[in-house]
């Protein structure tokens, strides 16, 4: 019997999705969406990775790297699938997927022990859920013996979009990679395909924890070394682990094709490609959304409260309001409650120029939406103007807001629903449905859910400025106080 494989899942989740705006935002990016099935994607790739253990095979505990801004809603949903995480990497700025991934190593190496880590971006789809882990669980084996592998996807279309891997036949299955190469234009793409030998890049690798670093080593000691710095100054709370901030801002930002695997092929380190065709879908923009959805004879796709006449090859979400279309064709709307988005199928690519756009122009919408999830519930910003703003807020069971207070408003709290427990000053209340109080500028205050019900109130508030950076924080359960 073969030896047995240790894996660790290492789940990249910090993109931001900006092609799938308006439903995908800053705060709230595609990975965490349901787009696919009945899980959010990060949750589907999650899945996929706890599945891969087989006789040899043992999977750990994931370890997921993303933002601070984020690791409670990945908490959330993990919870939800009943998935435990070994730790949440909080990454204190943006340095791509290399810096990432050796993070992700160095975590693994904490314990004396040398994994198979599996690499995967938290924002693909898989059609055929067992040939994906058939590859996955090959792949494992190729890098249990020192290789680095590469899942590379069997491309059924000149694309455009993608990388490339140029691959050879070897004797086990797993393709050596021969090169590397970039995007290719429309005439190079077509001749990729019909040369054959030629797959996409998924952004998923499998290696050895100690493989990786001492590639890096040799390819770009100048990253190793920065993220070996960011990591030694690190600090704990909990699952989350978050590298010295000052430290990572110098590390140098590069992918791990930039830095490593392209420098494989014909050095030392023995880099082979695994074939995956299993109806991957990075879901990059909204007509890669409308490929893997389920169509109706026409070609369409509806989410939500839609209503399609005389339509074809069109797809709408709503994500509340009923949205209805007459004599589209190759279009796609999406519908929230503060943004609506219509374009052209074949150019939904394009829609990272309104995003762009709309931070230019220093508006809101590309960051968040009008209803925000926080760790305690929720809340929903229904209404605004001069000097005013109404909130609906929900409150878990047993869970509480900050102990704060606000330069620039004062607030009226109105309980819906549940029993608030509402701390002013030095004044502690319990409230129930249809009761109030008022939070006067200036006074220190909270407010927590001590029942076992959801707590709904609607929060009014008056003043100067109303932004939410407006927050002096005393105490937090979340650990959000400066």
């Known amino acids: ?68 801004e984020h690791r409670f809603l990945a908490l959330e949903q993990l919870r939800e699938i009943k ?97 590397f190469v970039e995007k290719p234009d429309l005439a190079t793409a077509q001749r990729y395909l019909a040369e054959g030998g030629y797959s996409w890049n998924s952004g998923m690798f499998v290696v050895k924890a100690s493989v990786w670093l001492k590639a890096l080593g040799q390819f770009r000691p100048d990253i190793l070394a920065a993220t070996q710095a960011a990591w030694a100054a690190r600090s704990s709370d909990g699952r989350f682990v978050r590298p010295g901030k ?53 070609g369409n796709v509806a989410v939500g409260d839609a209503l399609l006449e005389d339509s074809t090859n069109t797809y709408v979400h709503s994500s509340g309001r009923l949205v209805a279309t007459v004599g589209l064709s190759n279009v796609v709307v999406v519908e929230t409650a503060d943004a609506v988005l219509v374009a052209d199928r074949s150019r939904s690519q394009d829609v990272k120029k309104i995003v762009n756009r709309l931070g230019g122009a220093s508006r809101g919408e590309q960051l968040v939406h009008r209803k925000v999830h926080r760790p305690w519930g929720w809340y929903d910003s229904i209404d605004m103007g001069p000097r005013f ?17 606000h330069h620039h408003r004062a607030e009226h709290w109105i309980v819906v629903s549940g029993t608030a427990e509402v701390t002013v ?36 508030q008056s003043g100067s400025y109303l932004g939410e950076d407006d927050i002096v924080r005393f105490e937090d359960t979340y650990g959000r106080t400066a």
Request: proline share 7%; net charge negative.
């Open 1 to 68: 019997m073969s030896a047995q494989v240790q894996v660790l899942p290492l789940i990249m989740a910090g993109g931001s999705g900006t092609r799938l705006w308006p439903l995908s935002r800053a705060g709230y990016p595609k990975q965490f969406l349901v787009l696919s099935g009945d899980d959010s994607l990060f949750q589907q790739a999650t899945a996929r990775l706890m599945g891969l253990g087989a006789a040899d095979i043992t999977v750990a505990a994931p370890v997921v790297l993303g933002n601070a």
């Open 83 to 179: 998935v435990e995480p070994a730790a949440v990497l909080l990454e204190p700025a943006s340095r791509n997927t290399a810096p990432a991934l050796t993070l992700g190593a160095l975590q693994a190496q904490e314990n004396d022990s040398d994994p198979v880590l599996v690499v995967s971006p938290a924002d693909q789809t898989m059609g055929d859920a067992a040939a994906f882990t058939a590859a996955l669980q090959q792949a494992v084996r190729v890098a249990a013996g020192g290789a680095i592998a590469i899942l590379g996807i069997t491309p059924n279309a000149p694309e455009t979009g993608y990388g490339y891997i140029r691959s050879e036949a070897s004797a086990d299955g797993a393709r050596t990679v021969a090169q």
């Open 246 to 298: 000052a430290e990572f801002e110098q590390v140098p930002s590069e992918s791990v094709d930039y830095a490593v695997m392209e420098h494989c092929p014909g050095s030392a380190f023995d880099i082979r490609m695994v074939p995956l065709d299993a109806g991957w879908n990075d879901l990059g923009a909204w007509d890669a959304v409308w490929q893997v959805a389920p169509k109706d004879a026409n």
């Open 389 to 405: 703003q109404v909130k609906r807020i929900m409150v878990k069971p047993g869970a509480s807001l900050s102990l704060q207070m």
């Open 425 to 460: 000053g030095e004044r502690k209340i319990l409230l129930t449905e249809n009761q109030s109080t008022y939070i006067p500028l200036g006074e220190v205050h909270r407010l927590a859910n001590p029942g076992k019900l959801d707590l709904e109130i609607v929060e009014v």
